[in-house]
């Protein structure tokens, strides 16, 4: 009985505290894992939240993610999809999300490549659309049954398309026409996942990012934090923050961006 209840509960909140946007760069060290010391073929994990509220008009909200880790003999296919919907009466107000596929290579030795390729649609701070595509390094640092750090760089290529609607009215110029950048990025990050016990595991990452054409320059920081306390087999509660700083954003936006979520998950 109380585990029924602390499971309906658990599923209200995710529900009625909707997912909010995301951020230009996604953060990839969050995307669900294989762990090394297992015979799993595939992991994986969905979070969907929907909310209807009466406005002038009704307004409703439908986020949903999705996240799929496939082993390849040494190699581990990642997959990622997140769509979000916000209609105010019969208007789409945002209709965004993302794509994402990594690939590791041969996993079982410390040092390895890994390459990312990422699309992503009408981000809420005006990201109209990005396509990437990125080649890193990744050294494993440390790593028992219940401790892993890693860290990855290389180098990205990214084509950005913004527009100005998440741009403050005093701050729009008078031609708010949409820009379009292609630059060729230097990435950096590092990584950290800890299962404290059966119950509760915890990871975060930080990220670097640095335009490298003209110059060295436009640097963009994020970081993630996600806490998770595992319900049973299938089902576990998440607390996630993101935050990231643009320096030097493509069009005048706030430079530092958060998110904050919770959500109920699905594993499986």
């Not at 994986?44 to 909310?51: E, I, P, V």
């Not at 649609?121 to 050294?139: F, V």
């Not at 760089?153 to 005093?170: C, I, Q, R, S």
């Not at 299962?195 to 509760?200: D, E, S, V």
């Amino acid at each position: 009985m109380a585990v029924g209840f602390r499971c309906c509960f658990l599923f209200c909140v995710s529900v009625f505290i909707p997912f909010t946007g995301f951020g230009q760069f996604l953060f990839p060290e969050g995307f669900v894992l294989i762990p090394l010391d297992t015979n799993q073929h595939y992991a994986g994990s969905f979070a969907g939240s929907f909310s209807s509220q009466t406005q002038k008009e009704v307004v409703n909200q439908f986020s949903g993610r999705a996240e799929v880790a496939i082993r390849l003999k040494k190699n581990i296919l990642t997959l990622a999809n997140n769509t979000q919907i916000i209609t105010n009466g019969n208007t789409t107000v945002i209709s965004g999300g993302y794509l994402f596929a990594r690939f590791r290579k041969d996993i079982t030795r410390s040092l390895y490549p890994e390459y990312f390729a990422q699309y992503q649609w009408l981000e809420a701070r005006g990201l109209q659309s990005k396509i990437s595509g990125t080649a890193n390094m990744r050294k494993r640092i440390y790593r028992d049954t219940t401790l892993s750090l890693a860290a990855g760089a290389g180098f990205l290529l990214e084509y950005e398309k913004w527009n100005y609607d998440g741009v403050p009215t005093e701050r729009l110029p008078i031609n708010t026409n949409p820009v379009e950048v292609i630059n060729p990025r230097f990435n950096c990050y590092f990584s950290y996942d800890h299962f404290i016990n059966n119950t509760i595991t915890i990871d975060a990452a930080v990220y670097y990012y640095l335009r490298v054409l003209p110059s060295f320059s436009n640097p963009r920081l994020g970081a993630h934090t996600r806490f998770g306390y595992r319900i049973n087999k299938n089902l576990s509660y998440n607390l996630t923050l993101r935050v990231m700083n643009d320096y030097n954003p493509v069009v005048p936006v706030n430079e530092l961006w958060y998110s904050f979520i919770n959500e109920l998950v699905f594993n499986f």
